[in-house]
């Protein structure tokens, strides 16, 4: 059983950063492509970033190019979201996801398995 459960998301000024955590268990995730999807109230689930388990390509959403990062740790088993220069446009539930295959979908029902989020709101 695969789970993904996200931690590191909480309140942060404009302009300041928070780094988010996905412990992923259940099974090795050689082979699969990892995602960051965001909500933020009122609106539909959007791309954030994804990367190869492996390593390597990554692809990112035009709105946090430049400001966030995705990094896999595959020792620890753990994904990761270093966000910086926040801004209130930011603010949203933020989702861990796994998907088998190669391709960085962008479209959040390509991915397999989810977190159960974790808020991330920037005051202003």
């Known amino acids: 059983q695969v789970q993904l459960v996200e931690s590191g998301g909480g309140l942060v000024q404009a302009g300041g950063s928070l780094r988010l955590s996905c412990a992923g268990s259940g099974q090795t995730f050689s082979g699969y492509v990892m995602g960051w999807f965001r909500q933020a109230p009122g609106k539909d689930r959007e791309f954030v970033a994804a990367m190869h388990w492996s390593g390597g390509s990554t692809y990112y959403a035009d709105s946090v190019k430049g400001r966030f990062t995705i990094i896999v740790d595959n020792a620890k088993n753990m994904l990761y979201l270093q966000m910086n220069s926040l801004s209130p446009e930011d603010t949203a539930v933020y989702y861990c996801?796994?998907?088998?295959?190669?391709?960085?979908?962008?479209?959040?029902?390509?991915?397999?398995?989810w977190g159960q989020g974790t808020q991330v709101t920037v005051s202003s």
């Open positions: 996801s796994a998907r088998r295959g190669i391709a960085l979908f962008t479209t959040s029902n390509a991915y397999d398995y």
